[in-house]
């Protein structure tokens, strides 16, 4: 039955009370542990398509007579447009028309940002329209700029009310502690850089805006772009069968769509607008830099007491700001926890969610902060972690977690420690480090799926989500395949299209699977069941003591046992179809995701040379689906953390806002040499109270904990503090020039 | 411009615009999306193709300056490599994938047992931003089977 509820709903850690239409959710969970299918290796089912370069990305669309669309982009960080004249730039070559400030959403008169879109040209080619881009004549008028997000805190320019928290008496508790340790962390802006740019085709036909996006929400977009052309979401379609990446930063439409609808519009004819990547590492959102200044107070046997911080979001010019204090306030069991964030607007490219937004930042300050208390009270940091380990969220209790079994199956890695240290050299210091992981990743409702069975004995799932490049195809045939009795390779999925399937879950905040696996679980089974019913019929045999297995309907005592596809030929073209949907969350509980990794690195104690080792990895997200997928996603989340870590950083000129770091030669992300070992393991264990699947998100956990868990092997190695990302050299040699100092202070070193 | 390319095996006549890339030449022309144009500037190898069995960065290759057979990811179909690509999961979006693979193919056809050491020293030019890297290794080590 549907349900009216008023609930909570999550997603990137951002919290709306909304009201939503559920359907129960009653099917059992499956039984612990590996099944037929779900919980084991699964080969992508789209891999050699993917592999093979077959499979089409926006970036491959063509359609006749297309033209491109290019953004003209403030040269200012801030400033206005006085006056603007297209005429030059719409009688050059190829130019088929031109638009400025107001005549697409996006495109604005104020400019708050160095890259922010003014205007926009389609032409012939994508070469012509940047060609006429030069031809828009534009007087500016300019304004106070604003780069320091300290400076604008002060001056409160916020992009929202400051955020904030207590519990307890923070402030007795410090007081009180007998050892207070304090630090301020600074991280730096980072793009995401997803393999195929931002980008769009746009298409009318009659009065519908056909889109093709590649996007992590084609819901979203749909509900966007109806929304701001005033015209009925049905007659808007948006399309993304395949993507290149998103990784946070392909949740919304994007001036380039809404440029590219007004020009298909003018012109009558499909308009393709893609950014270059110069303007992807300009305009295309990123992990905004942050500062943390941080303190927690402890008794002499380790209890934490106190824990407060200030936090510093330094948005851009627009943006939302995420909850960098989420890790302080959720990951240990500290009474009394005092955390206030702002969202500084300066001027700079707006940020936009990336893999596990503010936890990421924030980890990396806490588990930095946890070890040097660790370090101060001389104890085991582990062994910090387990006594203060939290046993609800605030007084609301979990779902599930396992954490516990994460450090239990990290303890042997933990142990390494000391043979690792023992490899350090004069110059060359060897140290292990870890850091645990809490973030969201619980999806929830709603989400729909269909289930059609045709009488060749094939299931196909259809539902309108999209696949980032996770694996969902091969997730959602696997959950479906276990439910019908199928083998894999008789299930196929469509997804990707508004027009074509039900309403699904955005891919993003770790929800595909938590959100999307129940309801085509609750698919398959309204499709069983149906199978079933049939087959009691045909076969004169109670439900009851009918089963499919394996692709064959099978009865109890063994003496059916015949091919699907025989009992459903008489469907000839028609289809079962099965429905199904995604249940509520648990009432009044928390559903998080937990995990924690440890670290092994070398650091060259005279150049500042670090080098990450190995990496270990356990994580607690409930139940597996594909193996192989979430090995995959672990490695993946953790190499872009190292980029983050080490080498990654946006930097933009203190004076005039422009963005220096525009090119991949520039912007260093992680290359195939600077992969270390990777070890993997997971708690494959279902939240019982999650859905009939128990299954939590894992596309972002694993990027969480990388960059605290490398700090901290950098303390163990050379008993330096380092409070900055990326760990530069010039940042790993100033914190080896302050531990000297401390030493001789005679402060203890690393335990 | 027109000038002849031999793409895969087939001779095209081309009419490209001095100036134009092989990569635009390959995807607009002659309609092979396989190769990838990520970067469009030669800093990520998205766009690899070979020359000659020589891997070359087609975004930054001159259409007009080819002299000799150029091999795309469409002509490497039936390749060992796609299968151990698969086999081991070195796809997540695919965007840098078939650059992965032609420059595989390149290193396999070179050095059939190629040490991971190699591998990573002749693929350092693919970026891969979901992070498949291990992946790739796993399945360059073992790409016939
Ligand atoms: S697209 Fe050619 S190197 Fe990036
Ligand atoms: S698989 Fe996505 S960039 Fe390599």
Known sequence: MARLIRTEKEVEGRFEEVW???????????????LTTVGRDAERKDAPERVRGEVRYTADITLPGMLHGAILRSPHAHARVAKIDLSRALSAPGVHAAIGPGDAHGLEEEAGWLGAPVAAVAADTAAQA??????????????????????????????????????????????????VVEGTYR??????????????????????????????????????????????????????????????SKNDAGEYTFAGAELAKRTGRPVKCALTRREENTAAGNRNATIQKLKVGARGDGTIVALGGEFVNAVGWTGW??????????????????????GAQINTPPMKAFRAPGFVEGTFGLECLIDELAAKLDVDPLELRRKNYADSNDGKPFSSKNLMECYALAQAQWDRRHDVRARSTDTW???????????????????????????????????????IGTGSRTAMAQIAAEELGFPLDRVEVSLGDTSRGPFASISA????????????????????????????????????????????????????????EKLVEVLEDAQILGKGARGPNPTGMSVLTFGIHVVEVAVDIETGEIVVDRVYAAHDVGRIVNTLGARSQVEGGIIQGIGHTLSEVRLHDPASGRILTTTLDAYRMPTIADVPEIVCEFVDQPDEHLTNLGSKGLGEPPIVPIAAAIANAIRDATGADVHELPISREEMLRALEAAKKKEKRGAPAAV | ??????????????????????????????GLTGTKIACNEGHCGAC??????????????LAHAVRGEVTTIEGLRDHPLVDAFVKADAVQCGFCTPGQVVSAAALVAANPEPTSEEIRHHMAGNICRCGTYPRIEEAILHWRG
């Open chain 2, 48 to 61: 690899t193709v070979q020359i000659d069995g020589v891997p070359a960065l087609s975004c930054i290759t």
């Open chain 2, 1 to 30: 411009m027109a000038s002849e390319l031999i793409v895969n095996g087939h001779t095209y006549e081309v009419r490209a615009p001095v100036g134009a890339s092989l990569a635009h030449v390959l995807r607009e022309e002659l």
């Open chain 1, 509 to 564: 905040g770790s929800s595909t699977i938590p959100s999307m696996g129940p309801a085509v679980r609750a698919a398959a089974a309204d499709a069983k069941r149906q199978l079933i019913e049939i087959a009691a019929q045909r076969y004169h045999l109670e439900e009851r003591v009918l089963d499919i297995v394996d692709g064959n309907v099978v009865s109890a005592d063994g003496n059916l046992s015949t091919p699907v």
């Open chain 1, 187 to 248: 991280t730096s802006v980072v793009l995401h850089n997803s393999m195929e740019t931002h980008q769009s085709v746009c298409e009318w036909v009659g009065d519908t805006l056909n889109v093709y996006i590649s996007t992590q929400y084609v819901w979203g977009v749909r509900d966007e772009i109806a929304t701001e052309l005033g015209i009925p979401r049905d007659k808007v379609r948006v399309v993304c069968e395949y993507m290149g990446g998103g990784f946070g």
């Open chain 1, 429 to 467: 210091k060897h140290g292990v480090g870890m850091a645990s992981q809490i973030w969201f990743g619980g999806g929830g409702p709603p989400s729909y799926a269909w289930i059609r069975v045709g009488s060749d004995g094939r299931a196909q799932v259809v539902t309108a989500m999209q696949d």
């Open chain 1, 130 to 179: 940047r060609a006429a881009l030069e031809l828009v004549d534009v007087e500016w008028e300019e304004l106070e700029i604003v780069l320091d997000p300290e400076a604008a805190v002060e001056r409160e320019l916020f992009t929202a009310e400051p955020t904030r928290y207590e519990r307890g008496d923070f402030d007795r508790a410090l007081a009180e502690a007998d050892v």
């Open chain 1, 20 to 34: 939503l239409v559920v359907e129960e959710d009653a099917l059992d969970q499956w039984p612990v542990g590996p």
């Open chain 1, 321 to 342: 700001s995420a909850m960098t204090e989420g890790p302080m306030q959720m990951l240990y069991a500290c009474e009394n926890v005092r955390t206030v964030r702002y």
